[in-house]
Nanobody, 124 residues
Framework: VQLQASGGGLVQAGGSLRLSCAAS????????VGWFRQAPGKEREFVAG????????WYADSVKGRFTISRDNAKITVYLQMNTLKPEDTAVYYC??????????????????WGQGTLVTVSS
């Protein structure tokens, strides 16, 4: 499956953005999907994840209550709604797809397919 992330941009603190991860391929429903981010000089970190049919979601503590992950399997797209953005949310955001068990949803090494990344910049 191929993934393409979009929706990044420049926003002021407190603002919102919605990222999209568009997939190709009819097997998309077979994959868990995660969003990760990487800030300059930092390691890639888990942001949010969603199970194959969207029945379960997971969030990093730093975004819980502010970000919402969802998926539309008919449109083979996963979304990340980001509200109340903070300067520390500034990073390149990546979506990824994998068939791992859900206990490994936060582990980037368990994902088989990655999108190209979209830059989110939050100004103070």
């Amino acid at each position: 499956v191929q993934l393409q992330a979009s929706g990044g941009g420049l926003v002021q603190a407190g603002g919102s953005l919605r990222l999209s991860c568009a997939a190709s391929g009819s097997t998309f429903i077979s994959y868990n999907v995660g969003w990760f981010r990487q800030a300059p000089g930092k390691e890639r970190e888990f942001v949010a994840g969603i199970s194959r049919i969207g029945s379960s979601t997971w969030y990093a503590d730093s975004v819980k209550g502010r970000f919402t992950i969802s998926r539309d399997n008919a449109k083979i797209t996963v979304y990340l709604q980001m509200n109340t953005l903070k300067p520390e949310d500034t990073a390149v955001y990546y979506c990824a797809a994998g068939t791992q068990i859900v206990s490994a949803i936060t582990m980037p090494g368990m994902y088989k397919h990655w999108g190209q990344g979209t830059l989110v910049t939050v100004s103070s």
